[in-house]
């Protein structure tokens, strides 16, 4: 059973930055395919950013692209997400999910990305942005 726990998460005025973190343990596949998604109350969880740490396959969700790198540390387990240029519409509970298959992040990267199809989540982190 993979175990994922995220960190990094606070508060920052508009322009500002955060990097969340996401440490993974009890893997039992070499390669995942790995993602940040987020969400606010009443909506579905959005895919934001992920990679498969087996190839170079990478995803952004369009509202990102520019402002947020996702990268992963083999050594460490560790997946990131440094974000930049904080808006308050990126105010969220950020979550890190893991799914065993790469095609996970070939949808996300072609902008079909579903949650359904992580199976490991962590506990998620709030990030609140304001004006």
């Known amino acids: 059973q993979v175990r994922l726990v995220e960190s990094g998460g606070g508060s920052v005025q508009a322009g500002g930055s955060l990097t969340l973190s996401c440490i993974g343990s009890?893997?039992?596949?070499?390669?995942?395919?790995m993602g940040w998604f987020r969400q606010t109350p009443g909506k579905k969880r959005e895919g934001v950013a992920g990679?498969?740490?087996?190839?170079?396959?990478?995803f952004y969700t369009d509202s990102v692209k520019g402002r947020f790198t996702v990268s992963y540390d083999n050594a460490k387990n560790t997946l990131s997400l440094q974000m930049n240029d904080l808006k308050p519409n990126d105010t969220a509970m950020y979550y890190c999910?893991?799914?065993?298959?790469?095609?996970?992040?070939?949808?996300?990267?072609?902008?079909?990305?579903?949650?359904?199809?992580?199976?490991?989540w962590g506990q998620g982190t709030q990030v609140t942005v304001s004006l």
């Open positions: 990679l498969y740490t087996g190839d170079d396959v990478t």
């Open positions: 999910a893991a799914a065993v298959r790469r095609q996970p992040c070939v949808y996300c990267s072609g902008g079909m990305c579903d949650s359904s199809d992580f199976r490991y």
């Open positions: 009890e893997y039992t596949y070499s390669s995942y395919c």
